[in-house]
Protein backbone atom coordinates (compact mmCIF):
# COMPACT_ATOMS: atom_id res chain seq x y z
CA UNK A 1 0.00 0.00 0.00
CA UNK A 2 1.70 3.08 -0.97
CA UNK A 3 0.79 6.25 1.17
CA UNK A 4 -0.57 9.48 0.43
CA UNK A 5 0.37 12.88 2.25
CA UNK A 6 -2.94 15.10 2.88
CA UNK A 7 -2.74 18.85 3.36
CA UNK A 8 -3.11 18.98 7.21
CA UNK A 9 -2.85 22.86 7.39
CA UNK A 10 -2.10 25.88 5.58
CA UNK A 11 -0.49 29.51 7.04
CA UNK A 12 0.93 32.80 5.77
CA UNK A 13 2.37 35.92 6.50
CA UNK A 14 3.29 38.66 4.48
CA UNK A 15 5.12 41.32 6.11
CA UNK A 16 3.27 44.88 7.41
CA UNK A 17 5.21 47.31 4.74
CA UNK A 18 3.39 47.85 1.62
CA UNK A 19 5.17 49.46 -1.44
CA UNK A 20 2.67 50.53 -4.56
CA UNK A 21 4.23 51.15 -8.01
CA UNK A 22 3.39 55.02 -7.10
CA UNK A 23 5.90 54.32 -3.90
CA UNK A 24 8.48 52.47 -6.74
CA UNK A 25 8.14 55.50 -9.53
CA UNK A 26 9.91 57.86 -6.39
CA UNK A 27 12.53 55.74 -6.40
CA UNK A 28 12.82 54.69 -10.24
CA UNK A 29 12.36 55.81 -13.52
CA UNK A 30 8.88 53.74 -14.08
CA UNK A 31 5.30 54.27 -13.63
CA UNK A 32 2.19 52.85 -12.43
CA UNK A 33 0.74 52.26 -15.39
CA UNK A 34 4.54 51.11 -16.91
CA UNK A 35 4.28 48.27 -14.21
CA UNK A 36 1.35 47.37 -14.08
CA UNK A 37 0.52 47.06 -17.69
CA UNK A 38 3.76 45.29 -18.46
CA UNK A 39 3.28 42.72 -15.52
CA UNK A 40 0.17 42.81 -13.66
CA UNK A 41 1.61 43.72 -10.63
CA UNK A 42 0.24 47.20 -8.58
CA UNK A 43 1.95 46.60 -4.98
CA UNK A 44 4.42 44.42 -2.72
CA UNK A 45 5.03 43.79 0.35
CA UNK A 46 9.07 44.37 2.05
CA UNK A 47 9.89 43.13 4.65
CA UNK A 48 11.42 45.22 7.99
CA UNK A 49 15.14 46.04 8.12
CA UNK A 50 14.76 43.83 11.30
CA UNK A 51 13.16 40.96 9.37
CA UNK A 52 14.76 38.02 8.40
CA UNK A 53 13.29 35.09 6.61
CA UNK A 54 13.48 32.70 9.33
CA UNK A 55 10.75 35.05 10.70
CA UNK A 56 8.63 35.17 7.73
CA UNK A 57 9.00 31.56 7.71
CA UNK A 58 8.16 31.36 11.35
CA UNK A 59 5.35 33.53 11.58
CA UNK A 60 3.63 31.06 7.98
CA UNK A 61 4.43 28.10 10.17
CA UNK A 62 2.88 28.74 13.28
CA UNK A 63 -0.25 29.88 11.03
CA UNK A 64 -0.13 26.52 9.48
CA UNK A 65 -0.13 24.57 12.52
CA UNK A 66 -2.82 25.96 14.66
CA UNK A 67 -5.08 25.44 11.08
CA UNK A 68 -4.13 21.93 11.57
CA UNK A 69 -4.97 21.60 14.83
CA UNK A 70 -1.19 19.45 15.65
CA UNK A 71 1.70 20.53 18.04
CA UNK A 72 5.40 21.19 16.80
CA UNK A 73 6.28 18.61 18.57
CA UNK A 74 4.29 15.84 15.72
CA UNK A 75 6.42 17.17 13.21
CA UNK A 76 8.92 15.22 11.48
CA UNK A 77 10.47 16.74 9.04
CA UNK A 78 10.84 20.39 8.05
CA UNK A 79 11.85 21.94 4.02
CA UNK A 80 12.50 24.92 3.86
CA UNK A 81 12.44 26.38 -0.31
CA UNK A 82 14.13 29.67 -0.23
CA UNK A 83 16.91 31.21 -2.02
CA UNK A 84 16.97 34.11 0.88
CA UNK A 85 18.44 32.27 3.53
CA UNK A 86 19.36 34.39 6.39
CA UNK A 87 23.19 33.09 6.17
CA UNK A 88 24.78 31.26 4.37
CA UNK A 89 24.47 28.08 7.28
CA UNK A 90 22.72 26.56 9.18
CA UNK A 91 19.68 26.07 7.19
CA UNK A 92 16.93 28.61 7.72
CA UNK A 93 14.77 25.46 8.55
CA UNK A 94 16.60 24.79 11.51
CA UNK A 95 16.03 28.71 12.50
CA UNK A 96 12.28 28.02 12.06
CA UNK A 97 12.79 24.27 14.20
CA UNK A 98 13.67 25.63 16.91
CA UNK A 99 11.84 28.70 17.20
CA UNK A 100 8.53 26.53 17.11
CA UNK A 101 9.72 23.93 19.05
CA UNK A 102 10.24 21.14 16.57
CA UNK A 103 12.67 19.25 18.09
CA UNK A 104 12.07 16.18 17.39
CA UNK A 105 12.72 17.19 13.25
CA UNK A 106 15.10 16.82 11.34
CA UNK A 107 15.57 20.44 8.96
CA UNK A 108 17.00 21.59 5.94
CA UNK A 109 16.41 24.19 3.06
CA UNK A 110 16.21 23.47 -0.67
CA UNK A 111 17.57 25.89 -3.31
CA UNK A 112 15.01 25.93 -7.05
CA UNK A 113 14.57 29.95 -6.71
CA UNK A 114 11.27 30.09 -8.06
CA UNK A 115 10.28 26.64 -8.02
CA UNK A 116 11.26 25.73 -4.11
CA UNK A 117 7.77 25.23 -3.17
CA UNK A 118 7.21 22.73 -5.06
CA UNK A 119 10.70 21.35 -4.88
CA UNK A 120 10.26 21.19 -1.36
CA UNK A 121 6.96 19.77 -1.60
CA UNK A 122 8.03 16.90 -3.56
CA UNK A 123 10.40 16.11 -1.27
CA UNK A 124 8.30 16.07 2.16
CA UNK A 125 5.89 14.32 0.15
CA UNK A 126 8.32 11.32 -0.89
CA UNK A 127 9.79 11.31 2.60
CA UNK A 128 6.13 10.32 4.08
CA UNK A 129 5.27 7.82 0.87
CA UNK A 130 8.20 6.01 2.20
CA UNK A 131 7.26 5.47 5.19
CA UNK A 132 10.79 8.19 6.66
CA UNK A 133 8.26 10.79 8.10
CA UNK A 134 4.34 10.91 9.43
CA UNK A 135 3.91 14.90 9.48
CA UNK A 136 6.06 17.57 6.97
CA UNK A 137 6.09 21.25 7.58
CA UNK A 138 6.51 22.68 4.16
CA UNK A 139 7.42 26.38 3.82
CA UNK A 140 8.41 29.04 0.84
CA UNK A 141 9.93 32.23 2.41
CA UNK A 142 11.73 35.02 0.35
CA UNK A 143 13.12 38.77 1.72
CA UNK A 144 13.89 39.00 -1.99
CA UNK A 145 13.96 42.74 -1.48
CA UNK A 146 17.23 41.80 -0.18
CA UNK A 147 18.23 40.81 -3.39
CA UNK A 148 16.89 43.96 -6.14
CA UNK A 149 18.88 46.92 -7.52
CA UNK A 150 16.76 49.28 -6.95
CA UNK A 151 18.52 51.61 -9.81
CA UNK A 152 17.02 48.71 -12.37
CA UNK A 153 13.54 49.08 -12.88
CA UNK A 154 13.28 46.03 -15.35
CA UNK A 155 13.70 44.01 -12.43
CA UNK A 156 13.21 45.58 -9.21
CA UNK A 157 9.54 46.41 -9.68
CA UNK A 158 8.68 42.13 -10.27
CA UNK A 159 9.53 41.30 -6.55
CA UNK A 160 8.09 41.23 -2.90
CA UNK A 161 8.79 39.32 -0.02
CA UNK A 162 6.30 36.88 1.94
CA UNK A 163 6.31 33.29 3.18
CA UNK A 164 3.67 30.32 3.17
CA UNK A 165 3.53 26.69 4.78
CA UNK A 166 1.32 23.54 4.35
CA UNK A 167 1.38 20.81 6.96
CA UNK A 168 1.06 17.26 4.90
CA UNK A 169 0.43 14.44 6.84
CA UNK A 170 -0.02 10.78 6.28
CA UNK A 171 -3.39 9.60 7.76
CA UNK A 172 -4.48 6.29 9.42
CA UNK A 173 -6.45 4.36 6.37
CA UNK A 174 -5.24 6.48 3.88
CA UNK A 175 -3.44 4.44 0.65
CA UNK A 176 -3.29 4.13 -2.85
CA UNK A 177 -7.64 4.35 -3.20
CA UNK A 178 -7.37 7.47 -0.87
CA UNK A 179 -9.73 10.19 -2.52
CA UNK A 180 -7.33 12.90 -1.17
CA UNK A 181 -3.68 14.17 -0.78
CA UNK A 182 -0.50 14.74 -3.15
CA UNK A 183 -0.45 12.55 -6.06
CA UNK A 184 2.44 13.53 -8.07
CA UNK A 185 4.57 15.52 -8.12
CA UNK A 186 7.36 16.52 -11.15
CA UNK A 187 10.70 17.83 -11.20
CA UNK A 188 12.64 19.50 -14.10
CA UNK A 189 15.71 21.52 -14.67
CA UNK A 190 18.11 22.89 -17.34
CA UNK A 191 21.51 24.74 -15.84
CA UNK A 192 22.70 25.78 -20.06
CA UNK A 193 19.65 28.67 -18.82
CA UNK A 194 21.93 30.42 -16.57
CA UNK A 195 22.47 33.43 -17.79
CA UNK A 196 19.14 34.27 -18.31
CA UNK A 197 18.00 34.38 -14.59
CA UNK A 198 20.79 34.65 -11.72
CA UNK A 199 21.99 37.09 -8.85
CA UNK A 200 25.32 37.82 -9.58
CA UNK A 201 27.22 37.08 -5.89
CA UNK A 202 27.77 34.29 -3.78
CA UNK A 203 29.62 32.80 -1.26
CA UNK A 204 32.61 31.58 -3.44
CA UNK A 205 32.07 33.74 -6.13
CA UNK A 206 32.62 37.15 -4.76
CA UNK A 207 31.58 36.51 -1.18
CA UNK A 208 28.34 39.11 -1.80
CA UNK A 209 24.86 38.25 -2.05
CA UNK A 210 24.40 40.12 -5.28
CA UNK A 211 21.38 41.38 -7.57
CA UNK A 212 18.85 39.72 -9.38
CA UNK A 213 20.06 39.74 -13.27
CA UNK A 214 17.29 38.91 -15.74
CA UNK A 215 16.49 38.72 -19.14
CA UNK A 216 12.96 39.41 -19.53
CA UNK A 217 11.98 38.62 -22.98
CA UNK A 218 13.43 35.65 -22.88
CA UNK A 219 12.11 34.46 -19.47
CA UNK A 220 8.72 35.17 -20.78
CA UNK A 221 8.87 33.13 -23.71
CA UNK A 222 10.76 29.73 -21.82
CA UNK A 223 8.43 30.00 -18.71
CA UNK A 224 4.93 29.67 -20.85
CA UNK A 225 6.87 26.90 -23.21
CA UNK A 226 7.82 24.76 -19.75
CA UNK A 227 5.14 25.60 -17.70
CA UNK A 228 2.67 24.49 -20.33
CA UNK A 229 5.17 21.26 -20.75
CA UNK A 230 4.93 20.17 -17.23
CA UNK A 231 1.29 20.51 -16.72
CA UNK A 232 0.85 17.99 -19.52
CA UNK A 233 2.90 15.90 -18.35
CA UNK A 234 1.24 15.85 -14.77
CA UNK A 235 -2.02 15.65 -16.18
CA UNK A 236 -1.04 12.57 -18.53
CA UNK A 237 0.56 10.87 -15.23
CA UNK A 238 -2.80 10.75 -13.61
CA UNK A 239 -5.14 9.98 -16.39
CA UNK A 240 -6.69 13.62 -16.09
CA UNK A 241 -7.38 16.35 -18.36
CA UNK A 242 -7.64 20.27 -18.31
CA UNK A 243 -11.18 19.90 -17.50
CA UNK A 244 -10.78 17.57 -14.55
CA UNK A 245 -8.94 20.70 -12.70
CA UNK A 246 -10.87 22.47 -9.94
CA UNK A 247 -7.88 25.65 -9.67
CA UNK A 248 -4.60 26.07 -11.50
CA UNK A 249 -2.29 27.99 -8.64
CA UNK A 250 0.68 28.79 -10.80
CA UNK A 251 3.73 30.52 -9.43
CA UNK A 252 3.18 34.56 -9.41
CA UNK A 253 5.83 36.03 -11.67
CA UNK A 254 4.02 37.73 -13.89
CA UNK A 255 0.11 38.68 -15.01
CA UNK A 256 1.30 38.24 -18.33
CA UNK A 257 2.55 34.73 -18.00
CA UNK A 258 -0.41 33.63 -15.87
CA UNK A 259 -2.50 34.57 -19.15
CA UNK A 260 -0.41 33.02 -21.52
CA UNK A 261 -0.01 30.14 -20.15
CA UNK A 262 -3.88 29.56 -19.13
CA UNK A 263 -4.64 30.11 -22.82
CA UNK A 264 -2.05 27.17 -24.06
CA UNK A 265 -3.65 25.18 -21.28
CA UNK A 266 -7.09 25.74 -22.13
CA UNK A 267 -8.02 26.38 -18.58
CA UNK A 268 -10.22 29.34 -17.94
CA UNK A 269 -9.15 32.34 -16.12
CA UNK A 270 -11.55 32.11 -13.81
CA UNK A 271 -9.91 28.29 -12.44
CA UNK A 272 -6.64 30.57 -12.45
CA UNK A 273 -5.44 31.41 -8.70
CA UNK A 274 -4.37 35.17 -8.79
CA UNK A 275 -2.50 37.16 -6.33
CA UNK A 276 0.83 39.03 -8.36
CA UNK A 277 -1.06 42.11 -7.85
CA UNK A 278 -0.76 42.43 -4.64
CA UNK A 279 1.84 40.75 -3.66
CA UNK A 280 4.01 40.46 -6.73
CA UNK A 281 7.04 37.96 -7.08
CA UNK A 282 7.38 36.54 -3.88
CA UNK A 283 9.73 33.71 -5.37
CA UNK A 284 9.35 30.02 -3.35
CA UNK A 285 6.41 31.78 -1.25
CA UNK A 286 4.26 32.81 -3.61
CA UNK A 287 2.52 29.44 -4.45
CA UNK A 288 2.14 28.72 -0.90
CA UNK A 289 1.00 32.33 -0.35
CA UNK A 290 -1.76 32.04 -3.41
CA UNK A 291 -2.72 28.26 -2.09
CA UNK A 292 -3.34 30.11 1.63
CA UNK A 293 -5.39 32.88 0.07
CA UNK A 294 -7.61 30.46 -1.93
CA UNK A 295 -7.92 28.18 0.83
CA UNK A 296 -9.24 30.54 3.32
CA UNK A 297 -12.09 32.26 1.36
CA UNK A 298 -13.36 29.06 0.48
CA UNK A 299 -12.43 29.23 -3.20
CA UNK A 300 -10.52 25.68 -2.93
CA UNK A 301 -12.72 23.05 -1.17
CA UNK A 302 -12.34 19.70 0.20
CA UNK A 303 -12.21 17.43 -2.93
CA UNK A 304 -11.01 19.62 -5.27
CA UNK A 305 -8.23 19.13 -7.44
CA UNK A 306 -5.87 21.83 -7.20
CA UNK A 307 -2.61 21.85 -10.13
CA UNK A 308 0.65 23.81 -8.56
CA UNK A 309 3.30 24.90 -11.12
CA UNK A 310 6.05 26.99 -11.23
CA UNK A 311 9.24 27.88 -13.38
CA UNK A 312 12.32 29.54 -11.55
CA UNK A 313 16.09 30.45 -12.15
CA UNK A 314 18.37 27.59 -12.75
CA UNK A 315 16.35 26.72 -14.73
CA UNK A 316 13.95 25.47 -12.56
CA UNK A 317 10.64 24.13 -13.29
CA UNK A 318 8.20 21.69 -11.07
CA UNK A 319 4.36 20.80 -10.78
CA UNK A 320 2.23 18.80 -8.28
CA UNK A 321 -0.94 17.61 -8.49
CA UNK A 322 -3.21 17.31 -5.10
CA UNK A 323 -6.46 16.26 -4.14
CA UNK A 324 -7.60 19.04 -1.20
Known amino acids: MVNRSVVQGWGAYLPEKVLTNQDIAKIVDTSDEWISRRTGIRQRHIAADNE ?4 L ?35 TATRVQERIGAHAAYAF ?13 ALADNFL ?16 SRLLDWEDRTTCVLFGDGAGAVVLRVEDGLGSNADRGVLSTHLHSDGRQHDLLYADGGPSLNQVAGFVRMQG ?5 EAVTRLSSVVD ?26 DSTAAKLGIPLE ?54
Open 52 to 55: MTSD
Open 57 to 91: ATYAADRALTQAKIDSSDIDVIVVGTATPDETFPA
Open 109 to 121: DIQAACSGFVYAL
Open 129 to 144: RLGQARTALVIGAETF
Open 217 to 221: REVFR
Open 233 to 258: ETLDCNGLTIADVDWLVPHQANKRIL
Open 271 to 324: KVVVTVDRHANTSAASIPLALNEAANDDRIKRGDLVLMEAMGAGFTWAAAALRW
